[in-house]
């Protein structure tokens, strides 16, 4: 059974940070692209940042600079640094697996407040 845990959302105030984690089970997690996305009520799930399985990381423009990605293949876990945090980055915010199959995560609710 795969499972994608994500934790370490919170009510923050701009400017802050926030680390968040994605614990996987039941995948090979060493063969999957890793990928943090994030939804707000009424819009598009949007892509944040990804990580190949060779370490090489992407993100989305309105991140850049403020957000790393990172994964620990030995812990099975993907991390989603968040700095210099902005009201804009409120949302939900999913860890997604992706090898033969894509998997989802439950979601981490991030509130950033002015």
């Known amino acids: 059974q795969v499972q994608l845990v994500e934790s370490g959302g919170g009510l923050v105030q701009a400017g802050e940070s926030l680390r968040l984690s994605c614990a996987a089970s039941g995948i090979i997690f060493s063969l999957n692209v890793m990928r943090w996305y994030r939804q707000t009520p009424g819009k598009q799930r949007e892509l944040v940042a990804s990580?190949?399985?060779?370490?090489?990381?992407n993100y989305a423009d309105s991140v850049k600079g403020r957000f790393t990605i990172s994964r620990d293949n030995a812990k099975n876990t993907v991390y989603l640094q968040m700095n210099s945090l902005k009201p804009e980055d409120t949302a939900v915010y999913y860890c997604?697996?992706?090898?033969?199959?894509?998997?989802w995560g439950q979601g981490t609710q991030v509130t950033v407040s002015s």
């Open positions: 990580i190949t399985r060779g370490g090489s990381t």
């Open positions: 997604n697996a992706e090898w033969t199959i894509s998997h």
